[in-house]
């Protein structure tokens, strides 16, 4: 969260009793999704927000600790990232999904020729399986953020690239939320052409960067 107004949005949400699912992108968007909740639960989220806008923490972090989930702190951290980390390797093998680990974050890499069709936003069937095995790691490991990343190659313009690097990422965070996670632990943004992994002058290239990313960090 980088704006005083988002905590205020949030807020309105968490007193409402809804829960946010958070939706941002380069220009700044945030669209909401709610689902049902407790009036308990809504009034400890509202506490945590607050105390985000105060102190700059991530607003989801605020929400889910405010809501009772608790936090991870010293050496569990890196413990309980060791464990899901291991079950997502051992569910995601020989799925086409790389499993990268940046300090105590986990990255899904998940290239579009498996997730999705040509110039498609919708999950491939076939790529329904992969998706259910890591929502079902997620929902044993609830002490987690997911951050839901969407990139493209450099064909078409640069508006259409953010747009289709939107939905795909929205697609992907709808499915895993569809099946368990709670919404209030995502975050999702397109990053269109902008952050490319290989270069884009061959096919290989810009089909190593078209892709989605999901990003598992610990809730601190």
């Known amino acids: ?25 380069d220009a700044g968007d945030l669209r909401n999704s709610v689902k049902g909740g407790a009036a ?37 951290v890196g413990a309980y990232m060791d464990k899901q980390e291991a079950e997502l390797r051992a569910g995601l093998a020989d799925s086409g999904v790389t499993v990268t680990r940046q300090g105590d974050n986990i990255i899904l890499n998940m290239p579009s020729n498996i997730t999705f069709g040509v110039d498609q936003d919708q999950v491939q069937p076939q790529f329904h399986k992969v998706l259910t095995s890591v929502a079902t790691v997620l929902q044993r490991y609830p002490k987690t953020l997911v ?25 992907v965070a709808n499915y895993v939320s569809g099946v368990g996670v709670d919404p209030r632990r995502i975050y999702v943004t397109g990053y269109g052409e902008s952050q490319p992994i290989a270069t884009n002058s061959t096919e290989a290239g810009k089909a190593a960067n078209r892709r989605v990313e999901i990003q598992i960090a610990p809730l601190t």
């Open 1 to 25: 969260m980088k704006k005083p107004i988002l905590i205020v949005a949030a807020t309105a949400l968490a007193l409402s009793g809804c829960t946010p699912t958070w939706l941002n992108n």
């Open 40 to 76: 308990g639960a809504a009034a400890g989220a509202f506490a945590g927000l607050v105390y985000a806008s105060v102190a700059n923490k991530d607003a989801r972090s605020a929400a889910l600790i405010g809501a009772g989930l608790g936090a991870l702190t010293g050496a569990g």
């Open 147 to 171: 951050d839901v990343y969407g990139h493209t190659d450099s064909s078409g313009s640069e508006q259409y690239n953010m747009d289709l690097s939107n939905r795909r990422a929205m697609s």
